[in-house]
Each structure stands twice: as structure tokens, then as C-alpha cells.
């Protein structure tokens, strides 16, 4: 059972077009990570949200720690074909240990 | 400075059969971590290991699964007998960081390419 829920699961769209992919739990988390998994892949750190209301932005993507410590999104702007992938979140505890979504799918297209 | 090694990549089975995976951290990394991830999943903990110690296998079906790090450095896992259910891609992943509590900086954590199992 995931604790933490992504949404959508998959998103098709264009080169160009911006998306934004969200991560929702009813718990709260020392920490929130983002990783990105390619076919045959193990899942790669994007980035590492600690505080409420946080915001990073690494290059044209922009996360978003939600204030309670529970949620948090992430927005591709002018996605790119290279930004094809499975996302995924990772929620850890006091103890660093991460639980992950089930991730979302995102195909861009040329 | 070489990532996380697994092998096999690939292994298929029968049922009934046991199988073992191997994992080689980065160079100095204390805690090394094995995941399952079933398709269309997000990875799940099976057992982390600071050092040579276990310190969370809690997720562990230990009925059928065990591992060992008998030296700090290099992991096994094994499953015997394998179940159909076991078909899941198993990712080793290590990290410089011991965690703890009041742990408030991040851990990152480095995943090899996984090995995929398949029963039939």
C-alpha cells in the first residue's frame, strides 16, 4: 500500500507544453524527495524538499513543498522529449527512511 | 567514480527455485539498501543494512527471503523457494549517511539498474 499518492499516473503531451504532477498524504514528512526512472533504470534524485512551503527550481522544473509538510508538485515548463520518464516521490521520516509513490508516467512527444 | 553494480540484470526461473542477487555499493557508502519494485510501482523497502548490521528489515518475508553484508561492503539477497508473485524488478541502492533520529538533513540515496525477475 502506497502512502503516498501521485497524480495523474500518466500524462501524454507535447514538446513545449507545460505539466505538472502532483504528490498527496495524509502524512507528514521530515523531507520530501523527487526521483526520476527511466526503462531499466534505477531511479535517479531530482531533488530534496525539507521545509514547508519550500520552493526549488532546477532549471525548468520547479517543486513545491506544500505547507504542512504533506504534499507537494512538480511543474516542467516547456517540456522536452528528454523529460520522458516515470516520476516519482519519496516521503522520509525522522529516520531518513523514504516511502515512494507509484509514480507518473510522463511521455513528451516531439 | 563507478554507481551502484548489480547482477544479474536479468534472471528467469521456474517456481520452487531459489535465486540470488548481488549488489556492490559506491565505494565508502556505509548503508546500503534492497528494494522490490513491482510494475507500476513505486519501490518498496525489503531491508536496510548500516554497515554490516540489519537495521530494518521489517519488510522482509523472511519465510523465503534473506541477505546478508557479511563484510560491510557487498550484498546478497536470496529467495528460496521463489512464488510466482516475486516477478518484480529488485533495486540495490546505497547511501554515505546514517540515519537516525531527529535525522533532519536529506539521505540521498543511489539506486543501481536493478535485476528483473521473472517466475514462470
Known amino acids: 500500500t502506497q502512502l503516498l499518492e501521485q497524480s495523474p499516473q500518466f500524462l501524454s503531451i507535447q514538446e513545449g507544453e507545460n505539466l505538472t504532477v502532483y504528490c498527496n498524504s495524509s502524512s507528514v514528512f521530515s523531507s520530501l524527495q523527487w526521483y526520476r526512472q527511466e526503462p531499466g533504470e534505477g531511479p535517479v534524485l531530482l531533488v530534496t524538499?525539507?521545509?514547508?512551503?519550500e520552493v526549488k527550481k532546477l532549471k525548468r522544473l520547479t517543486f513545491q513543498f506544500g505547507d504542512a509538510r504533506k504534499d507537494s508538485s512538480l511543474h516542467i515548463t516547456a517540456a522536452q522529449p528528454g523529460d520522458t520518464g516515470l516520476y516519482l516521490c519519496?516521503?522520509?521520516?525522522?529516520?531518513?527512511?523514504?516511502?515512494f509513490g507509484a509514480g507518473t508516467q510522463v511521455v513528451v512527444t516531439p | 567514480e563507478a554507481g551502484v553494480v548489480q547482477s544479474p540484470r536479468y534472471k528467469i526461473i521456474e517456481k520452487k527455485q531459489p535465486v540470488a542477487f548481488w549488489c556492490n555499493p559506491i565505494s565508502g557508502h556505509n548503508t546500503l539498501y534492497w528494494y522490490r519494485q513491482n510494475l507500476g510501482q513505486g519501490p518498496e523497502l525489503l531491508i536496510r543494512y548500516e554497515n554490516e548490521e540489519a537495521v530494518d528489515d521489517s519488510q522482509l518475508p523472511k519465510d523465503r527471503f534473506s541477505a546478508e553484508r557479511l563484510k560491510g561492503v557487498d550484498s546478497t539477497l536470496k529467495i528460496q523457494p521463489a512464488e510466482l508473485g516475486d516477478s518484480a524488478v529488485y533495486l540495490c541502492a546505497s547511501s554515505s549517511r546514517l540515519a537516525g533520529p531527529g535525522f533532519v538533513d536529506y539521505n540521498e540515496q543511489f539506486f543501481g539498474p536493478g535485476t528483473r525477475l521473472t517466475v514462470l
Open positions: 519519496a516521503g522520509a521520516d525522522s529516520w531518513g527512511k523514504l516511502q
Open positions: 524538499v525539507v521545509t514547508g512551503g
